[in-house]
């Protein structure tokens, strides 16, 4: 089976502070995603990688920059880490362009 | 950029009723998805139907490329079969999957 790790499920951060979540996924998926969910608005995607060392912006990256340097490791990263930004944020995978997508279990982030 | 619309927006139905939920979309797609949200926020995958009929157990789903939409059916419900049901499409031009809002179902014991 698919395994998408996020490395943690629930964090409180205070405002400001930098904040990195982490996803890794033990499949050799090329394509990794960012996401995060909030109550009305679904899901929307922050980033995307198709490769190494390869990103691209997705529906909503402002405030946002992630790093994939590695194939099974894709992170996410708020600079600095503001009040809007609390929600949940899911990572997923897939092999290839139009393939499978697979989700971690959701990381919930409080920004207080 | 391609549009998925779901629906019922929301559905509330008593143990061992039988729903179906439908998902349009707006161009053709190489690749649709449905998903169950659990009340612990996992998404888990139910099916990868980018055409025809496919069954799992009490669930089932159909999608019809070309007129542009995907049905997926529960039958006999169960209250674990509560939460909200995504529908994923992954336009042919498109770099990305396209989610749908969802259809929350409530099952009531």
């Known amino acids: 089976d698919v395994k998408v790790t996020q490395s943690s499920r629930y964090l409180v951060k205070r405002t400001g502070e930098k904040v990195f979540l982490e996803c890794v996924q033990d499949m050799d998926h090329e394509n990794m995603f960012w996401y995060r969910q909030d109550p009305g608005l679904g899901l929307r995607l922050i980033y995307f990688s198709y490769d190494v060392k390869m990103k691209e912006k997705g529906d909503i990256p402002e405030g946002y920059s992630v790093s994939r340097e590695k194939k099974e490791r894709f992170s996410l990263i708020l600079e600095s880490a503001s009040t809007n930004q609390t929600s949940m944020y899911l990572c997923a995978s897939s092999p290839g362009h139009g393939a499978s997508i697979y989700f971690g279990e959701g990381s919930w982030l409080t920004v207080v | 950029g391609i549009q998925v619309e779901q629906s019922p927006p929301d559905l509330i139905l008593q143990e061992g009723a039988n729903s179906t939920l439908r998902c349009n979309f707006s161009?053709?797609?190489?690749?649709l998805q449905w998903f169950h949200q659990n009340p612990w926020g996992q998404l888990i995958n139910l099916f990868y139907i980018p055409s025809g009929t496919k069954q799992n157990g009490r669930l089932s789903a159909t999608t019809v490329a070309t007129e542009r939409y995907s049905l997926l059916y529960i039958s006999s419900s169960q209250t674990t079969d509560s939460g909200v049901y995504f529908c994923?499409?992954?336009?042919?031009?498109?770099?990305?999957?396209?989610f749908g809002d969802g259809t929350t179902l409530t099952v009531k014991p």
């Open positions: 994923a499409v992954w336009g042919t031009n498109a770099g990305k999957s396209t």
């Open positions: 161009d053709s797609v190489n690749n």
